[in-house]
């Protein structure tokens, strides 16, 4: 290869060296903590914004229905070519008379004005109640799709944290079994310990190794998972400088803590849904009621026309003002609807019934969760502690001879047992935690 050649080479390796920093250095990275990543899934996830929406098209609809209370407003034209024009026939004292309503090919001309004005409108006044509750209804649902997507956010942080911690545990184990390899490899050199010795800690060092790649994998679907709810791009860098020890402080006791399902969304949303139903009831019987209406109109009007010439037409004009009541005497489909009403507001009142025993059954048991959890901390502690210890007296004994590779690998594994017991006894009563803060309607 000459000179020439290898500037070439030089030129494209620093080319692509500096495309590759530069795509490192426009990669986003995102600092992120439990309250930001609520804030960011309730402001960019697509189901708080359908939800949001939603409460857009209600509102439109309440104003639809208030409307109909506005006076209606309607302009007709109408141009008829008469090329036969009926005639009548009358009997005048023995003689027949023929008499033509109005002229063969000719043109008529009518324009019409109508204002029409509610006067009472009961189905109308029911209507702008139930669209009221539907608007609340709606707002109150999303107020549990928040709720649930805190839920779902909070869960996932936290199984972030979890799988951060275990990876870092299991992290922590290999790098202790690859430490005990070389050490067991070089005394078996001098020869002094066994093949056996050397091969027990070869196996201990192999069969860690999957299981930090499986941790690693496990960190990155938490992370993926966490970006889905949070309604961001898969190429932004999450960095969570957080984990589960931090969050030991809360687990306290909370055997007598009250369950109260007074802001529970599922229930709230049933409240509502009866109150909808009832006002429904009441629109229904609506139909067994008057409806008095005023209308006026103006017509302009010219018949009879034998040309087409606008300018030379005789025009008469005519102006009136209704009163129009409109009394309903039999449907017999309105029965049937009541009763149909009827049944549903029933429905919902056992569904009610049902789904708060249910409820309070899930609080409970979240109740009892954090509990247990809360009692294993304490344990789960100072097992951690004895492990350690166990796993330093281990190797001193090994390193005398005292001790058996058996001996020192049961250590480690029992210390990385521990370790991970202590993390998923955090993670199980933080993830009760925001179950328990989503039965009771905690935002």
Do not use: C
Not at 152 to 161: G, M, P, R, S
């Amino acid at each position: 290869m000459n000179l020439k050649m290898r500037l070439k080479t030089v030129v494209a390796i620093l080319a692509v060296m500096t495309l590759t920093v530069n795509a490192q250095e426009t990669t986003p990275t995102m600092h992120l903590t439990l309250d930001k990543a609520i804030e960011l899934a309730l402001s960019e996830n697509p189901t708080i914004k359908i939800a949001e929406k939603e409460i857009e098209l209600k509102e439109i609809s309440k104003s639809e229905a208030w409307q109909n209370l506005l006076p209606t407003v309607t302009l007709d034209g109408a141009i008829q070519y008469n090329a036969l024009v009926s005639s009548m026939k009358m009997d005048m004292g023995g003689q027949t008379m023929e008499i033509k309503m109005g002229k063969d090919d000719s043109n008529t001309w009518n324009a019409a004005l109508q204002v029409a004005i509610p006067i009472y409108a009961p189905a109308v006044y029911e209507t702008m109640k139930l669209s009221n509750s539907d608007v609340q209804l709606a707002v109150e649902k999303s107020r549990g799709s928040k709720i649930d997507m805190i839920n779902q956010v909070t869960k996932a942080y936290y199984q972030l944290l979890l799988a951060q911690d275990s990876y870092n545990v299991l992290n922590e184990n290999f790098r202790l079994a690859e430490a005990n390899f070389d050490i067991v490899n070089k005394m078996f050199e001098q020869g002094l310990v066994s093949e056996y010795d050397k091969i027990s800690a070869e196996v201990q060092k192999n069969n860690a190794w999957p299981s930090v790649v499986s941790g690693k994998n496990a960190v990155e679907l938490a992370r993926l998972q966490l970006k889905v709810l949070m309604g961001i791009t898969a190429d932004i860098i999450l960095v969570v400088d957080d984990n589960l020890a931090n969050y030991e402080s809360e687990m306290a006791s909370v055997a007598d803590t009250e369950i109260n399902l007074e802001n529970n969304s599922s229930l709230r949303q049933i409240d509502m849904q009866t109150g909808m139903i009832s006002n429904q009831r009441r629109l229904l019987k609506t139909s067994f009621i008057p409806t008095i209406a005023l209308v006026g109109s103006y017509q302009y009007q010219s018949i009879s026309n034998t040309n087409w010439n606008i300018a030379k037409y005789n025009w008469s004009d005519a102006a009136s003002i209704t009163l129009s009541v409109s009394i309903p005497i039999f449907k017999a489909k309105n029965f049937s609807s009541l009763k149909s009403n009827q049944v549903q507001l029933f429905q919902l009142a056992e569904t009610r019934t049902n789904t708060e025993r249910m409820l309070k059954m899930q609080a409970q048991s979240f109740i009892d969760n954090m509990t247990t959890s809360s009692e294993q901390l304490s344990s789960n502690k100072e097992a951690v502690r004895l492990a350690e210890k166990g796993v330093e007296i281990s190797q001193k004994r090994y390193d005398i001879g005292n001790g058996t590779i058996l001996e020192l690998t049961n250590s480690q594994v029992q210390l990385t047992n521990t370790r991970l017991s202590y993390n998923n006894t955090i993670y199980d009563y933080l993830v009760a935690k925001s179950e328990l803060n989503k039965v009771l309607g905690k935002e």
